[in-house]
C-alpha cells in the first residue's frame, strides 16, 4: 500500500490507525493489567479474542498482521520461548479466515465460543509441551485445573467485549456484507 503505485482509499489510513491501536490497546492490557491481577494464577488471553474477532470482521491480511505484531510484541515482553506466541496467533488467525471462507456461520455465538476453546486449549498445549521439552515437571492436575479456570476467563471476554470488538474492527472495512453483525 505505501510502496505501490495503487491509489490509498480514503479512511483507510484510519482504518489502520484503529487496527494498531487495538493490537497495542490488548497486548498492553494483556501483558500490564491482567498480568498484575492474574486471578488464580491465570493471565486472560485477551490477545487470542482479538485475533478470532478480526480473522471473522477483518481482511486475512489484517488479521494476520494483526496476529504476527500482536504475538511479536507479547514474545518480546515475555522474553522466553521467542516466537511462540507469534507463531500460535498466526495460525489461529489463518484457521479463522479459512473456516470463515469455507462457509462457518460465524453470526451463531456458539462458533465463536468453540473458536475461543479450542484456541485457548491449542496455545496451553503449547506452553505446556514446551514447559516439559525444556525440562520442566509439571502437576498435571494443577495445570488441568489452570487452563479450565483459563478457558472460563477468556469465554467471559467473549461474551463481555464482543460486541464492542465488532464494533471497533469492522470500522470502515465494509464487513456488514460479511454477515457479522455488530
Known sequence: MWCSNERVQPGSQMRLAVLILVVLLSVWLQASFFGAMRPLGVVPNLLLVVVIYAGLVGTA?????????????????????????????????????????????????????????????????????????????????????????????????VLLGGRALIWLLSRGSGSRELGVKP
Open 61 to 157: 491480511t489484517e488479521s494476520v498482521a494483526m496476529a504476527l505484531a500482536g504475538g511479536m510484541v507479547l514474545d518480546l515482553a515475555s522474553g522466553v520461548d521467542f516466537g511462540l506466541r507469534m507463531a500460535f496467533y498466526s495460525l489461529l488467525a489463518l484457521i479463522i479466515v479459512m473456516l470463515k471462507r469455507a462457509g462457518a456461520n460465524f453470526d451463531n455465538v456458539g462458533l465463536v465460543l468453540l473458536s475461543t476453546v479450542g484456541g485457548t486449549l491449542l496455545y496451553n498445549a503449547a506452553v505446556i509441551v514446551s514447559l516439559i521439552l525444556s525440562g520442566v515437571s509439571l502437576p498435571l492436575e494443577a495445570a488441568a485445573a489452570r487452563v479450565g479456570f483459563e478457558v472460563g476467563l477468556n469465554l467471559l471476554l
